[in-house]
């Protein structure tokens, strides 16, 4: 009689902690979906985004007719750790530079903006998802004011 007392102990023992073992983990899972979710790797708008593993890709237009201006300000953003997937000339000629924000993530182009010394008023969004990038920077008559052409 007294084995089968402490068998059934040993049992109440088990089962009491396979109880709390479970307990801890339903409590885990709960708080890891509800309470402090997983990290996303989604593109949130609102904030700006400066972390090595990503980067900015933009693709840069001359629109001022002058040679070379889009390969300087490609060098200078690449330089500058962004990535510069495409230079070309734009078929209109503008007299102010600009930044056009193609996805609908202003603090992206914004800290393009900055980077060649252009004003936050001069940064448009034109939706454009077909292109896979986040900004065009169009290099306007204006742009001996630019940093690129500064240094």
């Known amino acids: 009689m007294k084995f089968r007392f402490e068998r059934q102990q040993l049992n109440y023992l ?25 990290v996303s790797a989604s593109i949130i708008n609102d904030v700006s985004k400066s972390t090595a593993q990503e980067v900015i890709q933009v693709n840069i237009l001359n629109a001022c007719g002058a040679k070379g201006l889009a390969t300087k300000t490609k060098d200078y953003l690449r330089a500058r750790g962004f990535d ?46 077909n292109m896979f990038l986040r900004a065009t920077v169009i290099i306007g008559s204006d742009y001996s004011e630019l940093n690129p052409f500064n240094e």
């Open 84 to 129: 510069v997937v495409e230079v070309g000339n734009h078929n209109e000629v503008y007299s102010k530079s600009m930044i056009i924000d193609r996805l609908g993530d202003l603090n992206s182009s914004k800290q393009v903006a900055y980077a060649l010394g252009i004003k936050d008023s001069l940064v448009k969004s034109v939706i454009d998802s």
């Open 14 to 38: 088990i089962i009491g902690f396979l109880t709390l073992l479970v307990t801890i983990m339903a409590t885990s899972f709960v708080l890891r979906v509800a309470v402090t979710p997983p």
